[in-house]
């Protein structure tokens, strides 16, 4: 078990990518702490049967959130190896919200949170031996624009800045920190794509070598791989789990 007794804390873990990561985690014999702004859910339970799991309600979104998960997940596994900045929302302007108001949200909750969270989990574990780090969830949208997503992809290049200035920072106390860069990954946040519209699987595998949009666990062992002593000399990187969609000059006809 490559991750045996690390001590993980994951924002935004219930659904998706997040809890795909938080059971790979538990499997490789992580103590983990999940997370949402909503009471647990009976999945985490679920996942309780199968490690040293725990869940801590706190809103990401919010000035103190940050602060208070870092502190919960430190108290109920006695200390934090790794910081996983996953909580993450897509919401563009329009007739619902302002496109200031989306602005806003997308960036407290995609930006502010991790930075925030890495500054306290930092302050929190102390100087340590390579053997810590921070684990940011980007996406291809870190490096390629998508049309009408102007807040979203601007927070997820901030994403991407954050783990390599991190990076540069945090070296002196001895903790590593990475990025993964999700492609087109069916999860409740993106499924509306697939119920609104029958043939998204067809027309945005077009965009793929690999011939299809991704799931959850595709950005589970990545996710180890960073958090495992294996990364042990990796800091400051960007890993995009996108099937080859950031390789291809174009769509395929």
Same mark, same amino acid.
């Given at each position: 078990?490559?991750?045996?007794?690390?001590?993980?804390?994951?924002?935004?873990?219930?659904? *998706?990518?997040?809890?795909?990561?938080?059971?790979?985690?538990?499997?490789?014999?992580?103590?983990?702490?999940?997370?949402?702004?909503? =009471?647990?859910?009976?999945?985490?339970?679920?996942?309780?049967?199968?490690?040293?799991?725990?869940?801590?309600?706190?809103?990401?979104?919010?000035?103190?959130?940050?602060?208070?998960?870092?502190?919960?997940?430190? !108290?109920?596994?006695?200390?934090?190896?790794?910081?996983?900045?996953?909580?993450?929302?897509?919401?563009?302007?329009?007739?619902?919200?302002?496109?200031?108001?989306? #602005?806003?949200?997308?960036?407290?909750?995609?930006?502010?949170?991790?930075?925030?969270?890495?500054?306290?989990?930092?302050?929190?574990?102390?100087?340590?031996?390579?053997?810590?780090?921070?684990?940011?969830?980007?996406?291809?949208?870190?490096?390629?624009?998508?049309?009408?997503?102007?807040?979203? !992809?601007?927070?997820?290049?901030?994403?991407?800045?954050?783990?390599?200035? #991190?990076?540069?920072? #945090?070296?002196?106390? *001895?903790?590593?920190?990475?990025?993964?860069?999700?492609?087109?990954?069916?999860?409740?946040?993106?499924?509306?794509?697939?119920?609104?519209? =029958?043939?998204?699987?067809?027309?945005?595998?077009?965009?793929? =070598?690999?011939?299809?949009?991704?799931?959850?666990? !595709?950005?589970?062992?990545?996710?180890?791989? #960073?958090?495992?002593?294996?990364?042990?000399?990796?800091?400051?990187?960007?890993?995009?789990?996108?099937?080859?969609?950031?390789?291809?000059?174009?769509?395929?006809?």
């Amino acid at each position: 078990m490559r991750l045996k007794n690390q001590r993980i804390v994951i924002s935004g873990s219930t659904t *998706g990518i997040g809890f795909a990561m938080a059971h790979r985690f538990v499997m490789e014999g992580a103590r983990v702490v999940c997370n949402s702004h909503l =009471p647990e859910p009976a999945n985490i339970g679920e996942l309780r049967q199968l490690g040293d799991v725990h869940y801590v309600q706190a809103d990401q979104s919010t000035d103190d959130g940050p602060a208070a998960l870092i502190d919960r997940a430190y !108290d109920l596994l006695g200390g934090l190896d790794h910081f996983v900045s996953n909580v993450g929302i897509f919401v563009e302007g329009g007739d619902s919200i302002s496109h200031a108001e989306a #602005f806003d949200l997308t960036y407290r909750i995609n930006v502010r949170s991790g930075f925030l969270g890495s500054h306290h989990f930092r302050r929190r574990i102390g100087k340590r031996d390579w053997d810590a780090s921070i684990l940011f969830i980007g996406s291809v949208n870190s490096l390629l624009a998508s049309p009408g997503h102007t807040a979203y !992809d601007g927070s997820k290049g901030a994403v991407l800045m954050h783990a390599r200035s #991190f990076a540069v920072d #945090f070296a002196k106390y *001895g903790i590593r920190v990475n990025a993964i860069g999700p492609g087109q990954t069916r999860t409740p946040l993106t499924e509306s794509d697939w119920v609104n519209n =029958p043939r998204f699987e067809e027309e945005w595998s077009r965009h793929i =070598p690999m011939e299809r949009s991704g799931i959850p666990s !595709d950005c589970a062992g990545p996710a180890v791989f #960073f958090l495992s002593s294996d990364a042990c000399y990796v800091t400051g990187q960007i890993l995009y789990v996108d099937g080859g969609n950031t390789a291809a000059q174009i769509a395929r006809f």
